[in-house]
């Protein structure tokens, strides 16, 4: 019996040692990441909390959850993002590239005609998640899920992009909102709006988080 004791005693120890292990930073990253539910994430995005005292939006139709996950798993990136959108002049940044936190957030900075819709292409990325903001004027922007959309170029690893064919709703992107699409968003930028033929965009890119 004593031994019986021992062994079902020693058996505990090595099941708690265990659970030590698995009870870490990458742990809680792990089952933070899995807990995110469209409704949690939903009050996550609408409490700000991500935003530090920003004041410009993000459009509703980013996916949220995705949004809760990518942020949690890169947290010091996304609040560079962030931060760099607050604190920085955007009306008056002249236009080229900025190293925000290495490669891991860059911005560019374009001042440019906006395009006719068929001389756009529908496009996705799988390093980097792109921030897309208009500074100035107006354009719009398409967007799908990757599911609905079919491949016509594929994924070149040294520019980051693939190309599609899709249909899909356009939103009219205008200074006060920033439209971010994941690697899962196949996206279509630079449309040209009514009334508007040329706009002033920052796009902030932040690596996905794997």
Known sequence: MKNALLKYGSFALLLTALGCK????????????????????DQWFRSRVWANGLKLNVQESVDKVEFAKQYTANKAAWD???????DTNLEELPVGKYPIDGDNVTAAVTDNPTKEYADTKWESHRKYIDMQYVVRGAEKMGQVPMASATVTKPYDEARDVANYSA?????????????????????????KAPGFDKDKKVVVKVRVAQ
């Open 22 to 41: 698995t009870s870490g930073p990458a742990a809680t990253q792990a089952t933070t990441a899995d807990a995110w539910t469209p409704k949690k994430a």
């Open 80 to 86: 560079k993002a962030f931060a760099y959108f607050r």
């Open 167 to 191: 249909e899909g709703p356009q939103y009219e992107a205008r200074p006060g909102t920033i439209y971010i699409f994941f690697p899962q968003d196949v996206h279509r930028p630079n449309i």
